[in-house]
């Protein structure tokens, strides 16, 4: 149950409307920032991605976006979990041909579908599920790591900060 002066930690930013709906309902938001994101610079992407495309997180086309390879992304299928990645690529012409609510929804449906190749464009600590399902499908894959997420605080840190 939540009562008033109840403390919450937040490891997002919240809008200002959200940040005063909580404060008027009596609740005290600390924002903490758990992680960091680090672009990669994408030395390693040449002029050929190989089959479709998966686009894991709006953070992997942040990075295509940094370091000006976004035009490599033209003329290709992709694929994105989640609509933030989407709607990043909407905003700069691409067309979608799917999204996922999860990995795991995109490794169901890679499990069905003829695809033999695919490149996925990911972070470094991606989770595992589209990975499993696409090796149990026999499906090859070039996992590409755009980004790299780094933990601010070790688990004992993180720890103390709760408990507070």
């Given at each position: 149950m939540v009562t008033a002066n109840t403390n919450i930690l937040s490891t997002k930013i919240l809008s200002p409307s959200s940040l005063q709906a909580l404060e008027c309902s009596g609740l005290n938001v600390t924002y903490v920032d758990f992680i960091s994101i680090r672009l990669s610079s994408l030395p390693e992407i040449g002029i050929n991605l190989d089959g479709a495309i998966i686009i894991t997180s709006k953070n992997a086309i942040k990075a295509f976006i940094?370091?000006?390879?976004?035009?490599?992304?033209?003329?290709?299928?992709?694929?994105?979990?989640?609509?933030?990645?989407?709607?990043?690529?909407?905003?700069h012409g691409f067309t979608v041909e799917k999204t996922f609510f999860d990995a795991a929804d995109a490794g169901?449906?890679?499990?069905?579908?003829?695809?033999?190749?695919?490149?996925?464009?990911?972070?470094?600590?991606s989770r595992k599920e589209?990975?499993?399902?696409?090796?149990n499908c026999l499906i090859k894959y070039k996992k590409i790591i755009t980004y790299y997420t780094c933990l601010l605080y070790t688990s004992d840190a993180a720890d103390d900060l709760l408990c507070v």
């Amino acid at each position: 149950m939540v009562t008033a002066n109840t403390n919450i930690l937040s490891t997002k930013i919240l809008s200002p409307s959200s940040l005063q709906a909580l404060e008027c309902s009596g609740l005290n938001v600390t924002y903490v920032d758990f992680i960091s994101i680090r672009l990669s610079s994408l030395p390693e992407i040449g002029i050929n991605l190989d089959g479709a495309i998966i686009i894991t997180s709006k953070n992997a086309i942040k990075a295509f976006i940094a370091s000006n390879k976004i035009h490599l992304l033209k003329d290709t299928v992709i694929y994105c979990i989640g609509n933030s990645s989407k709607s990043i690529l909407k905003k700069h012409g691409f067309t979608v041909e799917k999204t996922f609510f999860d990995a795991a929804d995109a490794g169901k449906y890679f499990s069905h579908e003829s695809i033999k190749h695919l490149t996925i464009l990911c972070g470094n600590r991606s989770r595992k599920e589209l990975f499993l399902a696409l090796d149990n499908c026999l499906i090859k894959y070039k996992k590409i790591i755009t980004y790299y997420t780094c933990l601010l605080y070790t688990s004992d840190a993180a720890d103390d900060l709760l408990c507070v």
